[in-house]
């Protein structure tokens, strides 16, 4: 399936680049690009497209109001987030506003294609750099044991099988990895990840892995 892509960047130069290098990439079809996050959000309602990679310094408006209201407008058109700062809070507030991905602007061809493959799966893609400044930004000291806390010490009555499971969405397993992993079926891997966003209040996996580093429940 090819992937329908917007750009969104106030440089011209990174936005143009970007369009070229995506468009020789097998499976991506950019659908346009916006310079700043007002024209994305239009450009979003009239052509729809599967991702959008976003950056988040931009003039008008910014790329985490943007994220915010094509997420709440379009659920099914997910955002990676294209930032040259990896340390920067408005990645962490982007990741609340919906977007599921984050590369910084060193990202290759290859990391590019593989976060869009792997947002339009539902999973969340992060990069190194942005997983190091989550965990150092969320959770406080002392460093998280590499499991969950015992039963009474986990927030939200979250058992000790759905702590689990969240660790592993925290890790970037898919669900039929996690399955793997704890020899149980996708089946019931998916009513645990019910459970705990509806005991967590998390709407999808990109927030499900900032609550975990948050709460101390990801592997440092």
């Known amino acids: 399936m090819t992937a329908r892509v917007v750009v969104v960047d106030d440089q011209t130069v990174v936005r143009e ?15 346009g690009s916006a310079g700043d996050g007002e024209a994305a959000v239009r450009l979003v309602e009239r052509e729809r497209p599967d991702v959008v990679l976003m950056d988040l310094r931009m003039p008008r408006m910014d790329g985490v109001e943007a994220t915010r209201r094509i997420r709440a407008a379009h659920p099914g058109t997910q955002v990676v987030v294209l930032t040259t700062y990896s340390d920067d809070e408005s990645v962490f507030a ?21 976060a869009v493959a792997t947002v339009m799966r539902g999973d969340a893609q992060l990069d190194p750099a942005v997983q190091r ?10 460093s998280p044991p590499a499991g969950p806390p015992p039963r009474a010490e986990l927030p939200d009555g979250l058992t ?20 793997a992993d704890l020899f149980i079926g996708e089946a019931t891997v998916k009513t645990h990840i019910n459970n705990l966003f509806a005991k967590t209040g998390v709407r999808d996996r990109a927030q499900a892995v900032t609550y975990a580093y948050r709460h101390g429940l990801a592997d440092s």
């Open 160 to 179: 000790r099988r759905e702590a689990e499971v969240l660790r592993l969405i925290a890790r970037g397993r898919s669900n039929a990895e996690i399955s």
């Open 17 to 31: 680049g970007l369009t070229l290098l995506l468009g020789l990439l097998p499976g991506i079809e950019v659908v």
């Open 133 to 142: 400044r989550l965990l150092e930004t969320m959770t406080p000291p002392p």
């Open 94 to 114: 982007a990741l609340q506003a919906g977007a599921r991905g984050f590369l910084t602007k060193s990202a290759d061809a290859e990391e590019i294609s593989r």
